[in-house]
């Protein structure tokens, strides 16, 4: 059989009209500030890219680019500076930061209630508790085409490659949530074929192309490919899409799979923190 194409373009520009309707409906406007610490091409790419979904939907973004020599102290001071700034709602560092700055640091230095990225150990508590809180973009965005899809979660043996604390874990943790049965896989893991052969739903957050092949996936599995990794223009995920796509019921690709949804879930939280904020 072939697969049915997930197509998170197409289901991230739904979700950016419902929130551009909801904005202009607003007095205020929502606001996202997004840090971006040197020159990485990628980040500055992800970086225009949200400032135009911004504009889009009429959300305020204000885009703070600074030098790659900064401080760990300067960053810290800007951080301080957005969580007091009523314009703002969501703060976002984007990831990674140069080496001599601690990630982990600037992320605490977030004000829990604007961290829209949800990486900020209170609402990563949280969530891992199953109470309110910010969920991290891509976890949500793989959660949400699954069930744009209509496809069935509960259950069903899931199985996530890859166990990073802002995707593979959090991935997992929304699956279980769902009542699926999660199999964690990752580097260390011995025979992985052996475990993705039993997933019905199969997510892939690695970042090594080709690594899922068709012998690897179970026939009729829903599959799921986070990675992403940049050869030139183009962009590859973990799953070999030719062999895959013609065993699988359902799959998404890479592009135009959980990457646009990963900036259309950054809108929503966007929104979720200036509710929070706005209406108490
Ligand atoms: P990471 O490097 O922090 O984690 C990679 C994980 O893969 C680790 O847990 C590791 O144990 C596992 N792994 C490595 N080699 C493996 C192997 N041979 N077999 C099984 N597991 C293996 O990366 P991350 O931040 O979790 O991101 C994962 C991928 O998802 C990357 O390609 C990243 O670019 C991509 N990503 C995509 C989006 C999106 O919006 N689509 C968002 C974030 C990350």
Do not use: W
């Not at 997930?6 to 205020?28: M, P």
């Not at 799921?224 to 796509?245: A, E, Y």
């Not at 799959?251 to 959980?258: E, F, H, L, N, T």
């Amino acid at each position: 059989m072939t697969a049915t194409i997930i197509d998170g373009k197409k289901t991230a520009e739904k979700i950016r009209s419902e929130i551009k309707e909801y904005v202009s409906g607003l007095k205020k406007k929502p606001g996202l500030a997004v840090i971006q610490v040197g020159k990485n091409p990628a980040s500055t790419s992800y970086v225009n890219l949200k400032e135009k979904d911004c504009k889009e939907v009429g959300i305020y973004s204000k885009i703070i680019r600074l030098v790659e020599e900064i401080s760990e102290e300067e960053l810290v001071e800007k951080i301080i500076e957005l969580n007091k700034d009523n314009s703002i709602h969501g703060i976002l560092v984007q990831l990674p930061l140069p080496k001599h700055v601690n990630e982990e640091v600037a992320i605490d230095m977030i004000n829990p209630l604007k961290d829209v990225d949800g990486f900020h150990p209170v609402n990563a508590g949280n969530f891992f508790i199953g109470k309110a809180g910010f969920v991290p973009c891509t976890p949500k965005g793989v959660i949400r085409l699954l069930k744009e899809y209509d496809i069935p979660i509960e259950g069903k043996n899931a199985v996530v490659v890859g166990r990073s604390n802002i995707v593979g874990k959090p991935i997992a943790m929304l699956l279980m949530m769902n009542n699926a049965t999660v199999t964690i896989c990752h580097s260390k893991t011995k025979n992985l074929a052996e475990y993705t052969k039993n997933a019905d739903i199969l997510v892939v957050a690695v970042g090594k192309p080709g690594l899922i092949k068709a012998e690897m996936v179970k026939e009729d599995a829903a599959i799921i490919d986070v990675g992403i990794t940049r050869t030139g223009n183009l962009l590859k995920g973990d799953v070999d899409f030719d062999s895959v796509s013609k065993k699988a019921s359902y799959i998404a690709p890479v592009p135009g799979g959980v990457g646009p949804m990963t900036r259309a879930m950054l809108l929503e939280n966007t929104i979720e923190a200036y509710n929070n904020i706005e209406r108490g």
